[in-house]
């Protein structure tokens, strides 16, 4: 192998350990593991849907009542809504099995062996029908748990002719909605059955798409570029004139050789490709979109950001097993195109230690995105990775002007490594802000970077040296420049400490309400509309919101007060942990023309999705959604629910503006996509301020 530098396989291999469970978890068929089998038992009018359960030896799935904030994922037999039959109580399963789980600090209640869920239904109908419905579960071991798997089923059910139809007045009626890429269905008693109409749905659809489409741009320039910073580092860089030197000295022609490049920057294409693509089918194309509040998922990828960047500072080396490596490398040597294709599978292991962080972090950050965000973002990187090999191959001699490899390589490294450190605080701060836990507010968050990227401009004015680092005459101007720029960005972070408000990180660090001094240190209150002076009055129900506005987080008592004070409702959908909601808030509310308009023209309702803190009990209720009966029991679900409901969509941020009477104002609605600037934001919000006070 003519091209490839030997490195050390040593320690930590986190990554590889996680992608690997993953790999294996998806081979495995989960009724490999747990059998079911449906039957009905019948007496009159009355029926029992009985789903039985036979599961391996040592493999045991969840029980179908869990507490409201339990992290495992319950088995459900849920029945198709049909006029033939109603539900009658909920589904009946024996007691599970009790143990408390150490790593994650809950207990876990599951059923092993033979289990048999049951449904009583009543029958409405005199003829015979068919009942479909779904069965859900997750099998697990000591080891750990496949993914989740559901599948319909169906059953024969005989009539019952003594039973009379169904008095009508008490018929739940079903509402009809398109959400993200499936249908929910929303019960109501005694309501009219209404659909969308075709322009309403088309109107949803394109502000989907629009979304969708903007984001997936997002990750592929993200990953673009990191496939370029991929490049500046000691274990890709010096692969680029070694492997064109070795296709055009052992092609026939010149054409030859930059045939054999281009299909080797091809083979890099799709090996991440591949990645990307079967990180999507594990995982389906809603699940990964829920991770970004996921409060175990955020702590994991905090854990994890930390092991890249100590890797890439020198601590260790994240690598393969060397039997993979030399599997590969054996391979490359039977020549044509195959040879090929395996000489770019051998860079792709060899080059792990650098390129596995920067995919690791690229994967994660398409997690928030969700759908075909990780086969796009592997694409791009993959695309910046391979594309100087095939153009240096069609044009040997623009490698003249390459830089000769040396420490520099090891300082992009180690630069990358205060970035992911830098990152990974991000992920922390989402559980931290979902959980309510005040232990990484906004003042220690930016302490953290002021202290990351001040130890980031020492490394590189020289002050310090990292294990790797070459020994350093003088300061190129590059690197001076990069330490210049670094010390700026500390220097513009210090009065964030105070107050400031950092337009240019916005929605990274968290809000300023999460905060020490939540209206800075100094602060001066603005006069109120209603004062007429320099005081700030209390208003009895709210919180400090966004720019110290006053904002309820209740809808009910936010509309009263509107109604008490004649204005009209601004109401906010939110989230905790939602980056492009900080933006809106930090980047446009505060502006001129537009927090006179927030402070005093309109009363603010912030309605946050992610909020965990669980309802009253008389309060928690059961919605219908996607086929399946939820049960909400959070704050966060129930706003989240409202708003699918009620206005066919479901991303954050999402304005309306609803009048004293809580009916909407016909002035549509505002997002960050959309209104993101100051003159869209203020141009809607007085659109809404002249429809509120027109006859």
């Known amino acids: 192998m003519p091209f490839i530098h030997k490195m050390k396989t040593t320690g930590l291999f986190l990554l590889f350990l996680f992608v690997n469970t993953i790999f294996v978890s998806a081979q495995t068929d989960p009724l490999e593991k747990v059998n079911w089998e449906f039957r009905v038992e019948q007496s009159g009018c009355e029926a029992t849907i009985i789903g039985k359960a036979t599961i391996v030896k040592q493999w ?69 029908f068919t009942l479909k419905g779904i069965y859900a579960f997750s099998a697990c071991d000591e080891k750990g748990c496949l993914p989740p798997f559901d599948d319909v089923f169906e059953i024969k059910v005989k009539g019952c002719s003594s039973q009379p139809v169904q008095d009508t007045a008490s018929t739940a009626v079903a509402v009809i909605t398109t959400i993200e890429d499936s249908s929910e269905i929303i019960l ?49 860089f010096p692969m680029i004139p070694l492997t064109v030197s070795f296709f055009t000295k052992q092609s026939k022609s010149k054409a030859a050789g930059i045939k054999n490049a281009m299909f080797y920057g091809l083979s890099i294409i799709v090996i991440y490709v591949l990645l990307g693509t079967i990180i999507t089918k594990i995982f389906g194309s809603d699940a990964l979109n829920a991770l970004s509040t996921n409060v175990y998922f955020n702590i994991f990828f905090f854990l994890l950001l930390v092991v890249f960047a100590i890797s890439f500072l020198g601590a260790f080396e994240i ?225 400090t919101g966004p720019q110290g506005i006053p904002a309820f987080h209740d809808l009910e008592e936010g509309l009263a007060y509107a109604k008490k004070v004649n204005k009209p409702v601004f109401l906010d959908f939110t989230g905790k942990a939602c980056v492009n909601c900080r933006r809106m808030e930090e980047g446009v509310w505060g502006e001129l023309g537009v927090i006179e308009i927030l402070r005093n023209d309109v009363v603010l309702v912030s309605l946050y999705v992610d909020d965990k803190r669980p309802l009253p009990i008389e309060e928690q209720f059961v919605a219908e959604q996607n086929g399946r009966e939820i049960k909400i029991t959070t704050i966060g679900k129930k706003w989240s629910h409202y708003q699918s409901s009620t206005y066919k969509i479901n991303t954050q941020p999402y304005y309306r503006m609803l009048s004293t009477e809580g009916k909407e104002i016909d002035n549509g609605s505002a997002d960050y996509e959309h209104h993101g600037n100051v003159a869209a934001f203020k141009n809607w919000l007085e659109d809404g301020l002249k429809r509120h006070k027109a006859p």
């Not at 009658?88 to 062996?113: A, T």
């Open 319 to 543: 690598v393969l097993p060397n039997s993979w490596v030399n599997r590969a490398d054996s391979a490359s040597n039977r020549g044509g195109l195959i040879g090929i294709f395996f000489m770019a599978f051998t860079l792709a292991l060899v080059s792990f230690s650098c390129t596995g962080p920067i995919v690791g972090t690229l994967l994660v950050q398409s997690a928030s995105i969700g759908g075909m965000a990780p086969f796009v973002g592997m694409f791009g990187f993959s695309l910046a990775l391979a594309l100087p090999f095939a153009l240096f191959a069609a044009f040997p001699g623009w490698m003249n002007s390459l830089p000769k490899s040396g420490g520099w390589l090891n300082t992009v490294k180690v630069v990358l490594g205060f970035l992911e450190l830098a990152l990974a605080f991000k992920f922390l701060s989402n559980a931290d802000l979902v959980m309510d836990w005040h232990l990484l507010e906004r003042e220690v968050f930016l302490a953290i970077w002021i202290g990351v990227f001040g130890v980031l401009a020492m490394y590189l004015f020289g002050f310090i040296k990292l294990p790797h680092d070459s020994p350093m005459q003088n300061l190129s101007v590059g690197r001076t420049l990069l330490g210049t720029l670094v010390v700026i960005f500390v220097i513009y972070l210090i009065p964030g400490m105070w107050g400031a408000p950092l337009k240019i990180i916005s929605g990274f660090p968290p809000p300023m309400e999460y905060s020490e001094s939540p209206r800075g240190v100094g602060y001066k209150a603005l006069p109120s509309a209603s004062s007429g002076n320099n005081t700030t009055i209390h208003i009895e129900g709210t919180h």
């Open 188 to 236: 109501e008693k005694n309501a009219t059955a209404t659909v969308e109409t075709p322009t309403q749905k088309e109107v949803v659809e394109e502000e989907k798409e629009g979304l969708v489409n903007k984001s997936l741009l997002t990750i592929f320039f993200i990953a673009f570029f990191s496939g370029f910073a991929a490049l500046l580092t000691p274990c890709v």
């Open 60 to 128: 045991h799935i969840y029980g179908a009542h869990l507490p409201a904030e339990s992290f495992a994922l319950p088995t459900e037999l849920i029945l198709d809504k049909s006029p033939n039959y109603q539900l009658v109580g909920k589904l009946i399963e024996p007691k599970p099995k009790k143990d408390y789980d150490d790593i994650i600090g809950e207990d876990i209640f599951s059923h092993s062996g033979t289990v048999e869920f049951k449904q009583k239904i009543k029958i409405l109908t005199d003829k015979n």
